[in-house]
Every structure is written in structure tokens, then in C-alpha cells.
């Protein structure tokens, strides 16, 4: 392969009546990216091109693009891999578009803050001033450490047919977190987050795609997420569920915690 033909996808509000493609040929480098590939456009070719990064390594899920029809995160997609010589690139679909390739999250934050994405503890003292540490057994962590590497990328709700559908579904990546922070002992907000997942939009409009677990770039697996969480719910329901014993804290000797000096640049 010498060289690559980019079909991006441009679109300016207001400019445009509705999103095309440009195309672009550029050469090929040994171990490209797709993003390497829109950093060369941008830099060499046409600087109004407007896509969105920041860590370049899969981490910060800002780089999400659909690319020869497939979500995927720009950084995380060698071109080899592709297996073509031609790469069509546009934003990530159900969601709106504020420019050319970035797309409007606003709605996916949304719906993660509705599930209360944090640990809901029934100790309000120790959780703003811990005074111990809470002690997990390894099959505890287990049990939702893996739903706890999403990057809120938005490839799942980009390739879910359901948010398709109905842009008031919840939607994986939130209804996978809700599955997540009901598994974690430390948590007792399980009945407040199954009532946000009980809602017309909510967990039951999930027919098992899979399609989000197939985009998923951290091998979260909301689909599984999803179906344990029916599971949990309909247990809860039926007053099947094992009551959640409150997790143990470790009180540890005040001079077993390490001793962190405040580094100078630190703002006070
Ligand atoms: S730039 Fe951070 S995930 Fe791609």
C-alpha cells in the first residue's frame, strides 16, 4: 500500500443543508492510524477539518468515528487492519453533529448521570471522611471490575439499533454501569438505580443485539451487563435477591498510610 483515500466526512451547521464526504489521498506509513491519518489531513491537506482527541492511546474514548461503517475509536484502529485501501470516515451515528466528525455526547453524559454513576455507601460519615479502608475479596472485584473499564466512548450507544430507534433509551453504556455499581458491595444504591431501569426507556427495550458489545473498544460487554441486570432486577422483584451484607472496613495503623507530600505546583 502507497497510499490511502479518506473519505471524511465534512459538515458545518448552519453552512451546510446536510453532511458529505471529501476525499482525500494521502500517503500510506508503516503502523498508521486512522487518527494518524485525519492528523495528516488536517496538518498537510485542509486545517478546517474538525475531529475530536486527546490521548491517543485508547484511554480518554474522545476519538470515536464510524469508520467503514463500523464505530470504532480513530487511535485504537491500525489502517492494516482495515484491509482496504479506502477508508470512509464520518461521525458516530444517533448522536448529533456539531462539526464535520465530532459528534454531541451531551445526551450519553446525561444518561450516565441519571444512574448515579458513583458508590452510594449507607455510611454517609465514612464515606466523606473515610477513616478505614473497605476490604474486597478477589471474586468481589471480580464480579463488576470488568464493566468498570468503560471510557464512556459512546461506540456502544453509536452501534446499539434500539437508541436507534428511540433516543430516550437508555442505552448500553449506561444501563452496563447501572449493573456495575449494583454489584460492588460497597455500594447501596441498588434499589434507586432499579427504579431508573425500570422506566418506560429503560432496561427492558434491550432485545439482545449484541452489536454494542461487538463495538466495545475496552471489552466491557454491556450486552452481558445488561442481561445480568435483568436477571437482578426481576430477583429483586421477587424477593429472590440474597440480602447484600455491608462490606468490612479495615482500620489500619495511622502510620501504615503512606505519607503523600502535596507536590508545589498543586494548587492550594
Ligand atoms: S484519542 Fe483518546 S481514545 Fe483515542
Known amino acids: 500500500m502507497q497510499e490511502l483515500t479518506f473519505k ?12 458529505y464526504l471529501q476525499e482525500f489521498t494521502i500517503p500510506f506509513t508503516e503502523g498508521m492510524t486512522v487518527l494518524d491519518g485525519l492528523i495528516y489531513i488536517k496538518e498537510k491537506v485542509d486545517n478546517t477539518l474538525s475531529f475530536r482527541s486527546s490521548c491517543r492511546m485508547g484511554i480518554c474514548g474522545s476519538c470515536g468515528v464510524l469508520v467503514n461503517n463500523f464505530p470504532m475509536l480513530a487511535c485504537h484502529t491500525p489502517v492494516e487492519e482495515l484491509k482496504t485501501d479506502r477508508i470512509e470516515v464520518k461521525s ?23 444512574i448515579k454513576p458513583y458508590i452510594i455507601s449507607s455510611d454517609i460519615r465514612e464515606a ?23 471510557v464512556k466512548c459512546g461506540l456502544c450507544m453509536a452501534a446499539c439499533p434500539t437508541v436507534a430507534t428511540d433516543a430516550l433509551f437508555l442505552g448500553p453504556q449506561p444501563l452496563g454501569q447501572v449493573y456495575r455499581y449494583c454489584t460492588d458491595r460497597r455500594d447501596m444504591g441498588a434499589k ?77
Open 128 to 150: 466523606e471522611e473515610p477513616t478505614a479502608e473497605y476490604v474486597q475479596s478477589r471474586e468481589e472485584l471480580e464480579s463488576y471490575v470488568q464493566f468498570a473499564y468503560c
Open 8 to 19: 471524511v466526512q465534512r459538515y458545518t451547521p448552519g453552512q451546510d443543508k446536510e453532511p
Open 92 to 114: 458516530l451515528p444517533n448522536f448529533p453533529i456539531i462539526r464535520d466528525l465530532v459528534a454531541s455526547l451531551d445526551l450519553l453524559f446525561e444518561k450516565h448521570k441519571s
Open 192 to 268: 434507586e438505580r432499579f427504579h431508573e431501569a425500570d422506566s418506560p426507556h429503560g432496561v427492558w427495550l434491550c432485545h439482545l443485539a449484541g452489536a454494542c458489545s461487538e463495538a466495545c473498544p475496552k471489552g466491557v460487554d454491556p450486552a452481558l451487563a445488561i442481561q445480568l441486570l435483568k436477571r437482578a432486577m426481576v430477583f429483586d422483584s421477587m424477593r429472590l435477591a440474597k440480602k447484600r451484607q455491608p462490606v468490612t472496613l479495615a482500620h489500619l495503623p495511622v502510620e501504615s498510610k503512606p505519607k503523600i507530600e502535596v507536590p508545589e505546583f498543586t494548587v492550594k
